[in-house]
């Protein structure tokens, strides 16, 4: 259920070439997950990079990006616990 309402949330989201931080991104009672959002202009698809454990989604950054540079738009959760 998660990883279907963070979809739907990216999906949602305008199509302007972009990086948003979004601080609420997805309730996961308890928790209040922030995501990351890299948003290709026309995407060819969308990729949900998950963070290993322990390891900040920062780390990805340059992964995220390189993939939005390709054409898709992705979406990076920071996991509880990091």
């Not at 609420?24 to 202009?41: D, H, I, Q, S, W």
Request: net charge neutral; glycine share 8%; no cysteine.
């Amino acid at each position: 259920m998660f990883l279907a309402n963070a979809v739907m949330k990216l999906l949602a989201l305008s199509t302007i070439m972009d990086v948003e931080h979004i601080d609420n991104g997805v309730e996961f009672p308890p928790f209040k997950v922030p995501l990351t959002r890299y948003r290709a202009g026309t995407p060819r698809a969308v990729a949900i990079v998950v963070p290993a454990m322990g390891t900040a989604a920062g780390f990805y950054q340059p992964f995220a990006e390189e993939l939005a540079a390709r054409g898709f738009s992705v979406l990076l959760p920071e996991l509880p616990g990091k």
